[in-house]
Structures are given as C-alpha cells and as structure tokens.
DNA sequence: GACAGGCTCAAAATACTGGG
DNA sequence: CCCAGTATTTTGAGCCTGTC
C-alpha cells in the first residue's frame, strides 16, 4: 500500500488530550481490525503504511495498515499480536494515540477487568525485539506506559523560561545544545549565566533528591521484573533517576554512582536507551570516581530525541542493561515522541524556517564545475541519493541541477556550470540556498564578499 | 568540455580525560 | 558539577584522472 502523507503533520497530538478509540472483539478482527473513520481525523498527516503498538507486554508491534476506500484496518501482524496477546471474543480493547501512527494497547476482558499479561520475550514477527537486545525482558507494562504521564507531571515544571527558537539551517552540525554551549562560554566562563543558575536551583525542586527518587526492588542488584501484574510495580516503582539536560550535556551526561552500582550497570559498560517510540540507543559507560558518565553514543541519543539545555530526563531501569528515557522539556511537557526538531518547533509555536545552507563560491567551482553542499545539510534534509534538483534564482527562473553523492560528498554537478554561467558567478560570492520544497532550492547570491577577505 | 569518481590533507567536530 | 585540555574521528576543500 502506498503511504498516504500529510504534509503538515508529524505534530504528536496534545498530550493532555490524546484521542482514543476501543473496539470490542469479534471473530472478524482477529484477521484485520478496522479503525474507526471518525478516528482517522486525528492521524492526518502521519504515514498510513504502518502502525506501531504498544502492547500490554511492553513490547512495540509494528503492524501494517490496510486501506481500503475510505475504511483503514490493522492488518499484517494484527494477527499475531492477537494470538500473542490471547485477545477473545468479547475482549474490550483500548486504543491510545501518542501520534506517529503510536498507540498504546489496553485490554479489558468480558469481567470488565484489565488483562493481565506475563511480560516475556515475545518471538512473533511483528513484535519489536529485533534490536540488539533482542533477547532481554522488558518490564514496561501497559499500566505503567499509560502512567508515566502523570508520574512525570506529578514533578513540578523545571521552568517556565521560553526556548530560543530553533536554528534548523545548521554549519556544520552545530547542535542546539552545542550553540548553547558555545553561547553560554562566550557570555561567561565559569560562572554560569543568571538562566542557567535558575534552572539549576529549579531542577532541584522539580527532582527529588536522586536518593528519595530512586526506588528500587529489594535488594536485588538488578530488577528482574518478570511479570506484569495488577500489583506490579509501576514506573514509578520502577528504579529510576532524574537528571536535567545541560549545556555540557551535548558530550556527556552523568549517571548517579550509586545508582549503577546497585543495578549493575558500570559492569556492563555498554548499556541500551530507549526512548518512548522504542528506539534503543546503545551507550558506554564510563566509571569514574565520584560519577559514571554517558559517552560514545549519548549525543546521538540527544540529537536525535532534541534534547535541550532545560530538559529533564527520567531514566527508568526496564530491563537488565536497558533505560527506558522519559523527556520532559523545559515547560515541563512531556515529550513522548519527539522525533524532529521541526516537530517540537511545532509543538511549541516556534516559527518555523526554511532549511537553508550557504557557501562561497571558490575558484574550483568555476572551474571544475560543481558545488559543495555540507553533508549535515544532506542528512538532516533527505538529501541522500543522486537525484535532479531545482535551482530557483531571484528572478523566477528554475535551473534543473544533478545532485549526487559520493564518497559521502554531495554536489551541484550537472548543469551547475551552466547556472553559474548565467549568474555570472564569481570567486568570493556567498550563495544562499534555501530549501523550499522537495528538490527545490531558492537561490540567493549576495555580493562578492570584501575582496575574499585574506 | 562536461561529467563521474577517487585521493589526500587540513580543519572542525566530537569523544574522552583530568582536575578544580 | 563543570570547565579545560587532548586525542580521535569526521568532513569538506582542492585537485587529479578517466570516460563520454
């Protein structure tokens, strides 16, 4: 089935408000399960070909969707997770959007009570254990996903500071935490700012001394949380800490000590994070005396979740070596499924900018006939296979340009000396090129710079 | 001449260590 | 907790060769 896309939409819905929808279980869903169409208003814009469940075991299920005319179903894999799931006739299930094409699963028998479910690995197809920790239990119950909401609120908001809008049109894989650095050092050194210091002092308030926060099961050095149970523990049962995104937190992030000693965890060295949409993040751990840091690994984790200077993060121990990360941003929202800075620029109200990148142009693009465009700019754009693009200059006119990539390069190539030819472009001027719409950048090329400055 | 592709090397970014 | 410094990795500029 071809992927029906919004193009507006990646924007998770309101976590105070998010839509639900229930179906009460007849032979006929067993094999495919309807959505209802009145629900379909809330998916506009995300992809159709594939939904993600998460299941009463904790586990995510990708299943795909089935449209036919106006009607969208579940349908491969929902089988399975049925049969996984021992879903009867009569079986009241609860399904939860998170946005994303993300739904929490929960299931009420014929005795109106919620299923309960062991929580082991599960081996069907569908079900989401393909990562590399494919084998662990993971302990995340239904009861404890549809929970951690209020678990997390319960805190107080860290601040009420509003964010700096977003610089999307980045040189050189910049980060927002990393801008923030780079500002916070050029204000001052060592002292941080008066913000910063507010945050602090705050962050104190909104997490409990790690101390109080971190509840562990008794004794044990790691959780072995087997069974999901109407008693189970919940996650805030969970043993967990907190610990507020800083502007160093780009290169690292310090775990308490004790709290990976008791758990085990500086044994391990490499550890898994996994954020609420299920993607796993594997980390190293670094001991040191009075601390056990996050290195090789952690600022994937904080680029691609959008983690910045404010946030708050809860680290739940789910499985023997792997955190589940629960994110709350400076407003004290909690951030499910962040998946683009586009999208919490959305979430927020920020406006949004075309993505742009600029160069100068160098004797070598004259000469040699093509044009550099920053690899960072590519990946964070889907710019990533040899396609044609569209120049368009100031006066309207669209060029057709070859975009390729090679050897991790990408250039203007075919058709750029010709476009240079035209715009009688020279050594030292700055081209902008913003990014418009799909293979089409506007071009604006300012004057020569001061005499190629030396 | 235009285009495709490869190589080297310096600069920048990132990962990690040390220590106040 | 946080900054400074160093080591390592990644990226892009520049140039070259081969093919059409």
């Not at 119950?141 to 107080?156: A, G, I, W």
């Not at 909690?334 to 920020?350: L, T, V």
Request: hydrophobic letters at 30%; glycine letters at 4%; proline letters at 6%.
């Amino acid at each position: 089935m071809a992927p029906l896309k919004n193009p507006n939409a990646n924007a998770s819905p309101s976590l105070t408000k998010r839509p639900q929808f229930f179906r009460v279980l007849i032979p006929n869903p067993f094999v495919k399960l309807p959505i209802p169409q009145n629900f379909m208003k809330h998916l506009d814009g995300d992809q159709y070909s594939k939904a993600t469940l998460l299941s009463p075991h904790g586990k995510f299920w990708h299943i795909d969707l089935h449209q036919e005319g106006n009607d969208l179903y579940l349908d491969g894999g929902w089988s399975d997770f049925a049969k996984e799931h021992d879903l009867c006739t009569g079986d009241f299930v609860v399904f939860r959007y998170e946005g994303n094409m993300v739904f929490t699963v929960k299931v009420f028998d014929v005795t109106c009570c919620l299923k309960e479910y062991e929580l082991a690995s599960c081996k069907s197809p569908g079900c989401s254990s393909t990562s590399n920790e494919s084998s662990e239990v993971e302990s995340l119950t239904l009861s404890q996903s549809s929970e951690h909401k209020d678990e997390v609120q319960c805190n107080s908001t860290p601040s009420s500071k509003k964010r700096k809008s977003i610089e999307i049109s980045r040189k050189r894989t910049t980060s927002p935490v990393t801008a923030s650095i780079k500002k916070t050092q050029k204000t001052s050194s060592r002292s941080a700012t008066p913000t910063i210091k507010k945050t602090k002092r705050i962050t104190h308030v909104s997490s409990t001394p790690i101390k109080r926060i971190e509840k562990t099961t008794p004794s044990s050095p790691t959780p072995p949380i087997k069974k999901a149970h109407k008693n189970s523990p919940s996650l805030t049962s969970l043993p967990h800490f907190e610990k507020i995104v800083r502007p160093y937190s780009s290169k690292y992030m310090s775990f308490p000590k004790k709290f990976c000693i008791r758990h085990g965890l500086i044994s391990r060295k490499g550890i898994t994070l996994k954020n609420l949409k299920g993607k796993s993040y594997d980390v190293l751990l670094y001991d040191r005396a009075t601390e056990v840091r996050v290195g090789k690994g952690w600022r994937d984790f904080t680029l691609e979740n959008g983690l910045r200077d404010g946030d708050a993060c809860i680290f739940k121990l789910v499985a023997k070596s792997t955190l589940l990360v629960c994110l709350k941003d400076v407003l004290g929202e909690i951030e499910a499924h962040k998946d683009s800075r586009e999208e919490i620029a959305c979430n927020s109200g920020r406006v949004i900018e075309y993505p742009q990148f600029e160069n100068i142009v160098r004797p070598f693009n004259l000469k040699l006939g093509y044009f550099t465009i920053p690899r960072s700019f590519c990946l964070e754009n889907g710019l990533v296979k040899k396609q044609h693009i569209i120049l368009e200059d100031s006066d309207g006119k669209k060029w057709q340009i070859q975009f390729l990539i090679r050897n991790e390069r990408a250039k203007f190539q075919k058709g750029w000396s010709k476009f240079s030819k035209a715009h009688d472009l020279k050594v030292g001027k700055k081209c902008i090129f913003t990014l418009v719409k799909e293979n089409t950048f506007r071009v604006i090329i300012e004057k020569k710079q001061a005499e190629n400055d030396a």
